[in-house]
């Protein structure tokens, strides 16, 4: 990830994003996909991820041993950006290629690099994230879930929530505890790399209050982890997941969940709106153009290596403070009310996006903790 | 990710920044009302940094937005109680691009209720221009009169007009300039291509402004609650605290991502700030002044709940940066002015061509 | 400071909660999409709470808005899964209005793009209604049609129309109502003189409604709180969360003063639920709706942030509460259109008519 | 305060709200003030505080021995509401009515409310509330200023800032130390009345940033207080405070301070203004009508005796966001910028408004204190 090249030019990138949308309009058009709000949670298919391996659409800054192609981060972030906008739905990869791909390229072995990273370019293999525990919430450095040496491996034991698609995915990151807590409870850590099919592994999905169910419980009862699936080195898991959590908290997902409401809004408004649709339009867009420039500021610092953590944190913040925003400043103008399963394309993705709106501020780290960790930087400058 | 003129800008602001390090204290600002600051003036003229953004050959120091907007930053962090902005990249730029030599002494700019109207050999010049930043203080005064496609301006010393003190917020002056029937004969004139672009250039010096003066009241801020104890602790360790602290730090870059977004896009269009920079971005200055105006209210907001009752006194300083931001968010088009512009502009775009133009943001383009 | 029909409604409030208690659990408010509650709806009846606020000469329980109001807040707080305002203060009201012996079962009320016309020697009934409540398990469904300055109320047997079943948030049936040429010479129809008391009433019911369940929404939160334990102690007892739950607090009084305002204002002009009453009183009707309606979202919002992913969960029963919130705030006007038309009202007394207005708020007037 | 009282009947107080608009709007007239927001900080005005008391309108619910009219709470409460709405000027006898009077109707001595109750209701005496000390800010319970017991009184030292119109005042209600703090840190406090004309009491006016003074800071080097200037009982300070903090809390001034801008910017709109304009006169009114019943509620619960705090701290945290907001709210569709001294009414109003926003969460507790309390209530009850 720290390889320097050469930044794509303007006319290069746009002709990506031409590319991707045309893609994009065809299979809508072909009836592939329903554009849907919070498409990199909501919307699993797996016939769509591979297509878009096939396109060289996912790790696409990877290096091309590893099932990559080399290209500047600026491509891939593009490409995200364009799928999130169009509310395809991208699910099924999203984890995988997001938090697994970058950790393997940092901490991984080898083998596991050449095992894992192609797969899941290609579209094939999705990872589910093990981290939070019942009642531990944010507290992530809590983790009880344990892993005992056994001859070759390790036995996990334990139970891990609010896992997105565990129940879809093949493999699982586990953050566990190998060793005991030191005086800062984020000693003994590590990440093995778990099968979720092994023998010992249950999974079971969480009904949610929208009657989806894209999260799971996983319950692990002494499944095995064989020695080669351990990421990075024994006891440093949880300087790794901070690193992970960067990745995790600053990229476009956290501040265009609601595009595909708010591209249906305009397209709606048109050229003769009233003045207070269009001021709504405007203060979107403002704070649209403002986030993007802060997500793409972090992606450059990650692209070089840097982990940074409270600006990642600032990111998610304002990010999913004004996805909630843009809801309530859409539904006050739209002039109608939301209804689930309506044949009103704005009626329906208010309804989503409304149904969605509360986990948006609490997936990936509370406000409350996300604050705390900017508090704590500025408290150290 | 593409290189961006923002990043060459360092040994200008440092410039700036030891100049108003000496010239600009709390006391300077302090007795701003009452005493105009000419030694802080002098310190700032000398070094060429009243100039910048204008073309060396009007007598300017040339540089671009780029250039402007590290000294214009660097300035409200310092809350200079000055007419730079209104010297060099409004008043300056208008001059430059009628081709007329820079007069000497701070310069302002006033647009309103103005007209010109032709008697025999020249123009006659009336009307009323309200909220002139310094007028009193100024040795010129660019006036912008609007016609119908164009914009015509005109250089009048400032004794020529009649001036009436006003006020903003933050107790800078905001004059009414009256003109009777003053004579343009002898007088620089000339006629510009975009009537409103000393809109668009005034809203983007406030957001750039709005920006300096957020990262200081954090920089205050931070420091008050790490100092400060309360219930035997410093306050900057209770959790209530800390969520505001977070908040208004995003706030702060909210807003320095809004200004720069847009001083890079308007950069890009040109190296010297003409008028088609600003007026062929009108979308990123307007999403700038949006978004620094949203900023400058929450942070002030945040920042005075955070020092309690010592941040309302004329003695601490941190007021003269929140009225600051309170009145610069209004100045040029507040935030809902400029939501509405840009929501009609998107709104014409439909939901595809708003995605493809947000996404363009930065991009170069050719002037 | 003055008696209050309110107070005087404690021993129904009883009442409807130990049926509720009795018959509303968490199951029965989970399943209601796929099993319509008859045991529920059949307690509620046999009380006679399903008839609260209609005269006992029609039918009904008698008892005016403050008794009505009572129940209804009472069943939002169990998430009565029943159209009980509908039969009750709805379409029983409009029933009684225009001399119709309430018939039995749940009743609605149905208005949109209907309209009638004269046929011979009675009136048929064509067009659609939109998002009537519970039109699917309704007996009966009372129809407005709006004519110029009156409206025709006619009560329809629910298998005269067409019904296309639909949700609102909360899951709630709100169903499509087709009309196709119902000849209605044999069905009870009557002329009220209001056109607009529909919604007056209905914006008042759901201003109930929300603060009902706006205080459910707290009395869990506060519970959760208190039990949940993270780095090593009780959520309650962190200052970011205090801070939030003090917030909730908050609205949910609000919510309740709001409500209480508007019924005590609609409950002194007469003493049972007239058309007058909430047309005389719309201001107060209007700033409830508007009140609770902002109530809704803010108290929905802090309540899953303070609930975390649990509250998400299916099993929990938080998003029962919180789904109705978000979808009655929508009902019967939202925040946007009542606030504009209360602003309209203020804005024609002016000022000192205003304040005038706003003082004498729930002072006795004649009907 | 524990009387009961017939309630006044809608038309009685209807005449009295006329007879004070009426007096008002001939002031008014007459050049004797110009509305402002913040009047009861702000405008101090002896003069007219004087002819209120001489109508009966000061002090009107205390018993007529005590200078009262014996009226119902309810009057008293309309008369603040319209002094308020019309932003008079009240600041002069504004605290000994609100604090002192209720203070010495439950605490005072039988000489202490001869001596003082008359003339405050009169409006010929004015009260300080020296309760903050520098560096304690909310946390009233530090109080450091102490009282030692010297022949016939006490010799107070230390200092008090962020009294209102301590310089302008004839005595001031001190809380202060006459034991040591007990477990609790709210033992060993009293509440003396101290003469602030009295030798060793140095006041010196602070100035703001609007350029006014109306707070002072009070230091006391000795200054001597008379044995029979104790209010209640020794070391019962931190009781007594309290229930006077439900007084200060609760009352319309918590929402009504931005009411003159408010009515001003309801008389520009008129009957055909914008959607927009009407929109925020109804999000107005409507918090206005709410925050009104929450409020008379208390006052109501003030007058049977009780002293509900967390009910009044929450009033006041939501009635000064509304002022906050209220400004905001006005600011946005105005079309207007704010300029002090701007003949234009609603830019000056406007000004005022503004530059007074960021103090009204910070006095009389900040709302990170007040929540405190309602969030303790919460998790008592």
Chains 1, 4 share one sequence.
Request: with cysteine; hydrophobic share 45%.
């Amino acid at each position: 990830m720290t390889l320097a090249r050469a930044a794509p030019s303007t006319h290069e990138l746009g002709a990506l994003r031409a590319e991707v949308r045309a893609f994009l309009a065809e299979a809508r058009a072909a009836g592939a996909f329903i554009p849907r709000c919070d498409s990199w949670i909501s919307g699993h298919d797996p016939e769509f991820s591979r297509e878009l391996g096939r396109r060289g659409w996912i790790g696409r800054s990877w290096p091309a041993r590893y099932g990559g192609r080399d290209r500047d981060e600026l491509e891939r972030y593009a490409i995200t950006e364009e799928l999130l906008a169009a509310g395809a739905p991208v699910a099924a990869h999203w984890f995988a290629q997001r938090q697994t791909g970058p950790l393997l390229l940092r901490h991984g072995t080898e083998a596991q690099r050449r095992r894992f990273l192609p797969a899941i370019a290609g579209g094939d293999c999705y990872f589910a994230i093990l981290m939070s525990e019942p009642n531990a919430g944010s507290d992530l450095a809590s983790v009880r879930t344990s892993a005992e040496p056994v001859a070759g491996g390790w036995r996990v034991t334990g139970r891990k929530v609010w896992t997105s698609h565990a129940h879809k995915s093949h493999f699982g990151v586990l953050l566990c505890r190998t060793g005991p807590p030191g005086e800062r409870r984020h000693e003994g850590l590590s990440q093995l790399i778990l099968d979720l099919h092994a023998p010992g592994v249950t999974i079971r999905p969480i009904r949610l209050l929208s009657g989806e169910s894209h999260f799971s419980e996983v319950t692990l009862d002494g499944a095995f982890v064989p020695d080669d699936m351990l990421v990075g080195s024994i006891g440093n898991g949880w300087s790794q997941v901070l690193s992970e959590l960067a990745f995790e908290r600053s990229g476009p997902e956290r501040f265009l969940s609601t595009m595909p409401l708010i591209l249906e809004f305009i397209d709606a408004a048109g050229p003769d709106c009233a003045p207070e649709t269009a001021e709504t339009i405007g203060l979107l867009a403002a704070q649209l153009w403002t986030m993007r420039r802060m997500s793409m500021e972090i992606a450059r610092a990650l692209a070089a290596g840097d982990a940074p953590a409270a600006r990642a944190a600032l990111v998610k913040d304002i990010g999913t403070r004004f996805e909630q925003w843009s809801v309530e400043a859409i539904r006050r103008v739209a002039g109608r009310e939301p209804a689930p399963e309506s044949a009103d394309r704005i009626s329906s993705l208010l309804a989503q996006a409304i149904a969605a709106s509360p986990t948006v501020t609490l997936r990936g780290g509370t406000s409350e903790i996300l604050r705390g960790v900017v508090a704590r930087e500025l408290a150290s400058r | 990710m593409g290189s961006d003129p923002i990043a060459d800008t360092a040994l200008l602001e440092q410039l700036a920044r030891d100049v108003l390090e000496r010239s600009c204290g709390a006391e300077v600002v302090a007795s701003s009302e009452s005493a105009w600051p000419e030694e802080l003036w002098r310190a700032l003229d000398t070094t060429g940094l009243t100039r910048v953004g204008v073309s060396e050959a009007r007598g300017g120091a040339g540089g671009g937005w780029a250039e402007a907007a590290a000294i214009l930053r660097t300035a409200a962090r310092y809350a200079a109680p000055v007419p730079l902005a209104e010297t060099s990249v409004l008043a300056g730029w208008a001059l430059d691009e009628a081709a007329v030599e820079l007069p000497g002494g701070p310069l302002t700019v006033a647009r309103g209720d103005l007209r010109v109207e032709r008697r025999r050999d020249g123009w006659i010049l009336s009307g009323r221009a309200d909220r002139v930043p310094w007028a009193r203080e100024s040795s010129w005064i660019v006036m912008f009169v609007d016609r119908r496609d164009t914009c015509l301006v005109a250089a009048v010393p400032s004794d020529r007009p009649r001036i009436v003190r006003s006020l903003n917020l933050a107790r800078e002056p905001r004059d009414t300039v009256i003109c009777d029937e003053i004579d343009l004969r002898d007088l620089p004139v000339a006629e510009l291509e975009s009537p409103t672009g000393l809109v668009s250039r005034g809203a983007l010096v406030r957001a750039i402004q709005m920006s300096g003066a957020l990262d200081r009241v954090l920089e205050l801020t931070v420091e008050y609650a790490s100092v400060r104890r309360q219930f035997g602790r410093a306050i900057a360790e209770f959790q209530a605290v800390q969520q505001e602290l977070a908040l208004l730090a995003g706030e702060a870059a909210a807003a320095r991502a809004a200004a720069d977004e847009a001083v890079s896009a308007v950069a890009a269009v040109t190296g010297t700030p003409s008028t088609r920079a600003a007026h062929t971005r009108r979308e990123e200055v307007a999403a700038a002044k949006v978004r620094t105006g949203i900023a400058a209210y929450e942070g002030a907001r945040i920042a005075h709940q955070l020092h309690g009752a010592i941040g309302i006194t004329f003695e601490h300083q941190l007021h003269h940066f929140t009225s600051r931001l309170l009145s610069w968010r209004e100045e040029y088009g507040n935030e809902r002015r400029w939501a509405t512009e840009l929501g009609r502009l998107l709104a014409a775009m439909g939901g595809e061509g708003t995605w493809r133009r947000l996404v363009t943001a930065g991009d170069p383009v050719a002037p």
